[in-house]
């Protein structure tokens, strides 16, 4: 069955530097998104993206943050310069269609920033 | 804003009883989503209710949506260790395009042997 990856599953970081974290969406779908969870607490949505722009963006996606669809396969989240309250899992999800459409979500990419 | 409330936020619970889960939200969300979270893990989708009246099951558990009082409910049958996870509920509000999901605080099960 088709499913979402991500890498790294782990990632830690100092504050301050850079990361990416890349997502490779089910091959067939159109939309994608961004959420993250810190730890015990809601996911949250960051970002939507539709035809190679943001669809949605939610007030935690300042302008640290920026998303990226390099090729046909991957799709990419970058924070710029990482704080430490970035500390979360972040997950990466599609749907082949948007609104009423399940999303499916990757593993995670657990971001500690030190 | 759509708000998107869970109760009870933990729940523990024997083996072979029947419990529910509530979601409640605060404007229009045409459609409401279950997700099974379990510890470190993703998010597994259970279920999509597309319109009121809607009713849906899969093994155990069955979900229902009533648009009317805003609330979407989670009932577990019978209930298995098995089913020990966190159970999110997710709205989204329009029709259009890519919608964003708007996610409940979770309620934590625990199936007690």
């Known amino acids: 069955e088709p499913e979402v990856t991500q890498t790294p599953s782990h990632q830690v970081t100092q504050m301050g530097q850079e990361v990416i974290l890349r997502c490779v969406p089910i091959s067939n779908h159109l939309y994608f998104y961004w959420y993250r969870q810190i730890l015990g607490q809601k996911v949250e949505f960051l970002v939507s993206?539709?035809?190679?722009?943001?669809?949605?963006k939610s007030e935690i996606f300042d302008d640290q943050f920026s998303v990226e669809r390099p090729d046909g396969s991957n799709f990419t989240l970058k924070i710029r310069s990482t704080k430490l309250e970035d500390s979360a899992m972040y997950f990466c999800a599609s749907s082949d269609q948007g609104a009423g459409e399940t999303q499916y979500f990757g593993p995670g990419t657990r971001l500690l920033v030190l | 804003e759509l708000k998107v409330e869970q109760n009870p936020l933990f729940l523990s619970m024997q083996e072979g009883k029947n419990y529910t889960i509530y979601c409640n939200y605060s404007t229009t969300s045409d459609r409401l989503y279950w997700y099974r979270q379990d510890p470190g893990k993703s998010l597994e989708s259970l279920f999509v209710l597309l319109s009121n009246g809607a009713v849906k099951q899969e093994g155990r558990l069955m979900a229902s949506l009533d648009t009317k009082a805003r609330l979407s409910t989670l009932h577990i049958t019978a209930a298995v260790h098995d089913l020990s996870a966190t159970y999110f509920c997710?709205?989204?509000?329009?029709?259009?395009?890519?919608?964003?999901?708007?996610f409940g605080t979770g309620t934590r099960l625990t199936i007690i042997p």
């Open positions: 997710a709205g989204d509000r329009s029709n259009f395009g890519n919608e964003k999901l708007t």
């Open positions: 993206f539709y035809n190679n722009e943001i669809s949605e």
